[in-house]
């Protein structure tokens, strides 16, 4: 039987990047993927794939509607080939799982195809997909298997017209009328794929407002701009059943009065979030306790009950992020090795890869009203840039959130181009404590979209914004 330091269980982002920091710490380290690919849910059905999709359908809306005013003339019709366009998409996950099997090699860690489960706290069976089973010896078990699209329990998913996140990477034709029952992220970033390629999109959200967990005024604006771009919402409505007929789903909700609506369309994606992945993993050998929703819980080492064995991603509590799991498995990795490592979990920062891009990190404006903290708020118009002017991109803004007292900054905001990069400022910023101030007294490029950050800071501190 193989012995190990460390077995991870889930190649996703956090047990791949776990397993490196493992090794490079010296650690005879496995890890366990069921699938033939490394990656998990973000490399081969999620983050990477839908990010390839954007940009592919960003390029022909472009093409479309921006070209001509930028005076690139294009003769005859522009046309969407969406089975080259898939395949584009998955020759980059192709490159991208390819690289993760690369690190696995240039790091000596070993890979074990097939389902993990405990046979008890220190030995894994892995089941084959032959049927095959082999069991390994780890004195150290990191729990990484990640998460699987969630539904509503009256929702049939056939995978073919009512369809989750995987599906909606494969489809064969454009739909004709996407009905989207979620207005978070996952609905809304594919929602766009679709809606620049023809199809008609109807998002279906119970609660008040889009992406309901960021700022309220970042919630407001990328509404604003999606419906520039003809996505139709309907929030405050609870949907109530799903029903294929044919090639026809149909949606039946209620509003906020209580009474009832009914969508039709050809495909409907279900877009309810994310549950974690703990099937088969048989952790009642090993005496793993589980925590509330399906997550196991874990201590702020990320050690459950059982103390060699560790949780780390969207099997635990917090957001399903793929960069908070990547921060958390070199915390478990550092602490193994007797490290002091640490993750400030308020400067996380969350992005929606729309267009305009969405991202945000500490405190939002409810949560500082909530908790009595008085604070003040800068605020910079995308538009005023002539950076976003000359690029034609000015929707949006950059909101700063500082102490009223210390000036401190306890929120950033921001929704607009390239939002998802210009976010790391802030999260630079915030890990040292910086005050807005202090950003406003940092030399800019110019000309950047950088600079709204520059402009909200000093809108913070003192109202004094230059170029509005």
Same mark, same amino acid.
Not at 4 to 24: E, F, K, L, T
């Given at each position: ?8 269980? &889930?190649? &996703? ?259 309810? &979030? ?12 090993? &005496? ?167 402009? !909200? !800071? ?11």
């Amino acid at each position: 039987m193989t012995q190990y330091d460390v077995a991870v269980i &889930g190649s &996703g982002p956090g047990g791949y990047v776990a397993a490196i920091r493992c090794a490079q710490l010296g650690m005879k380290t496995a890890i366990i993927e069921k699938y033939s690919t490394l990656g998990g849910t973000c490399l081969n059905v999620g983050c990477i794939p839908s990010k390839a999709l954007l940009d592919s359908s960003h390029h022909y809306e472009d093409a479309i509607k921006h070209f001509d005013e930028h005076g690139i003339e294009i003769p005859g019709e522009v046309k969407v080939n969406l089975e080259k366009m898939i395949g584009r998409k998955q020759g980059v996950v192709d490159m991208t799982t390819k690289g993760v099997q690369f690190l696995m090699d240039k790091n000596k860690i070993e890979v074990h195809e097939g389902v993990g489960s405990f046979k008890d706290a220190t030995h894994i069976n892995i089941t084959k997909s032959d049927g095959k089973t082999e069991t390994i010896e780890a004195k150290h078990t990191i729990i990484a298997t990640g998460s699987k699209p969630s539904t509503l329990p009256f929702i049939k998913l056939d995978k073919e017209r009512v369809i989750t996140s995987t599906e909606a990477l494969e489809l064969k034709e454009i739909p004709k009328h996407l009905l989207i029952i979620g207005g978070g992220v996952i609905g809304l970033e594919l929602g766009q794929v679709y809606r620049r390629l023809g199809a008609e999109v109807t998002v279906i959200e119970y609660m008040d407002r889009i992406i309901a967990g960021m700022d309220a005024a970042l919630s407001k604006e990328l509404m604003k701009a999606m419906k520039k771009q003809k996505t139709t919402f309907k929030l405050s409505h609870k949907v109530i059943s799903v029903e294929r007929k044919g090639e026809e789903v149909i949606v039946k909700a209620e509003d906020k009065k209580g009474e009832e609506v009914v969508f039709t369309g050809d495909y409907c994606l279900v877009a309810v &979030g994310r549950s974690p992945y703990t099937a088969g993993l048989n952790l009642e050998a090993a &005496g793993v306790a589980m925590g509330d929703r399906g997550m196991i819980a874990v201590n702020d080492h990320l050690q459950t009950n059982v103390p060699n064995i560790y949780a780390i991603g969207d099997v635990i509590r917090g957001a399903m992020l793929a960069h908070k799991a990547e921060e958390e498995g070199t915390l478990v990795a550092e602490i193994l090795a007797g490290q002091k490592p640490h993750i400030d979990y308020n400067l996380i920062p969350g992005v929606v890869y729309t267009w305009p891009e969405v991202a945000a990190v500490g405190k939002t404006e409810e949560q500082l009203k909530e908790a009595g903290v008085a604070y003040k708020v800068g605020q910079f118009p995308m538009r005023a840039l002539g950076r976003a002017r000359a690029s034609m991109d000015v929707d949006g803004f950059v909101k700063i959130l500082a102490d009223s007292t210390t000036d401190e900054v306890l929120g950033v905001h921001m929704i607009g181009a390239r939002c998802a990069d210009l976010i790391t400022e802030a999260v630079t910023a915030m890990e040292f404590r910086a005050s807005a101030e202090d950003i406003a007294r940092m030399s800019h490029a110019h000309p950047t979209y950088a600079e709204a950050v520059k402009e !909200a !800071a000093l809108a913070a501190t003192e109202d004094r914004a230059l170029h509005i």
